[in-house]
């Protein structure tokens, strides 16, 4: 009352469904405020600015129906696809149906770890060390695709260097994840 609407402002969520965040800006609207925002503007920033660099755009570049009809192998990592994500989880589902394989990489057994043929649970911040042993160990044993490599990466000696020291015995001592 006494600053007025443009005084507050609602901050929602990408966990939230799309009719909760419209009950929610609506509540802000209806007292006068245009001040809402959502996290996924700040959170995904970042993910635009890196697919932009390497992809040329900013959004993602399959077909949802890839998920169901051309993939062999579906890995996920940090991610409740089933609940933050309802339609490419369908579609990934399909794909299992099918005979796609499902790896899950995740601190909280999500549906679709449930339903993964491997389901790694790490303890919560080592998503990024797992990472690093798993391309260690593709560098060690030579499992390079050499071609791809050559024609469209740039900066993978510094990559292999920078993973050098996360071996799959290391990251077994953090993680307990077996090597």
Not at 60 to 75: K, P, R
Request: proline content about 4%; aromatic content about 8%.
């Amino acid at each position: 009352e006494e600053f007025g609407p443009q005084s507050i402002m609602g901050f929602s969520s990408a966990r939230c469904n799309n009719e909760d965040n419209y009950a929610f800006q609506k509540l802000f609207r209806v007292q006068g405020s245009n001040n809402v925002d959502h996290c996924a503007r700040l959170w995904h920033g970042p993910t635009v600015v890196g697919l932009t660099k390497t992809l040329g755009n900013g959004t993602m570049t399959n077909d949802l129906s890839e998920f169901a009809t051309d993939t062999d192998v579906l890995f996920l990592i940090g991610t409740n696809t089933s609940e933050c994500h309802p339609i490419i989880a369908m579609q990934m589902l399909r794909g299992l149906e099918r005979g796609a394989k499902l790896i899950v990489i995740d601190p909280k057994k999500t549906d679709m770890a449930k339903k993964a043929d491997i389901y790694l649970q790490i303890p919560v911040g080592y998503n990024i060390p797992l990472l690093n042993a798993m391309i260690n160990h593709i560098v060690k044993e030579d499992l390079i695709d050499k071609e791809f490599v050559e024609n469209y990466a740039d900066g993978f000696e510094y990559v292999k260097h920078a993973v050098k020291d996360f071996t799959p015995q290391r990251v077994e001592e953090e993680t307990g994840i077996p090597a």
